[in-house]
């Protein structure tokens, strides 16, 4: 239904901060779920956070306490914000939405964007 850019991507140091932005083509508002991913290479595609239409939140156990999601309905976009990166962090991070809670914990998605780039350094 609605298209999703990933953008912000890029290098940064161990520690350093990073935030991701995903516009949508049109209004978010009635998106139930919508959530970031992430592919490193040679993993599986994992979930990294995903929040409500209401705004609830959940996060994997490896970023909790590092990554904040948000969404901004005012400008269509959903946002991570990414502290204390970790090498562990680097992949390709997508975003993705779904009517249903399960569609974003399952990964059961038709399709992907092309995704954005974090590449931690040690």
């Known amino acids: 239904q609605v298209q999703l850019v990933e953008s912000g991507g890029g290098s940064v140091q161990a520690g350093g901060s990073l935030r991701l932005s995903c516009a949508a083509s049109?209004?978010?508002?009635?998106?139930?779920?919508m959530g970031w991913y992430r592919q490193a290479p040679g993993k599986q595609r994992e979930l990294v956070a995903f929040i409500a239409r209401g705004g609830g939140t959940n996060y994997a156990d490896s970023v909790k306490g590092r990554f904040t999601i948000s969404r901004d309905n005012a400008k269509n976009t959903l946002n991570l914000r990414m502290n204390s990166l970790k090498p562990e962090d680097t992949a390709v991070y997508y975003c993705?939405?779904?009517?249903?809670?399960?569609?974003?914990?399952?990964?059961?998605?038709?399709?992907w964007g092309q995704g954005t780039q974090v590449t931690v350094s040690s």
């Open positions: 993705n939405s779904a009517v249903t809670r399960t569609t974003m914990t399952t990964l059961a998605f038709r399709s």
């Open positions: 049109g209004s978010i508002l009635s998106i139930n779920y």
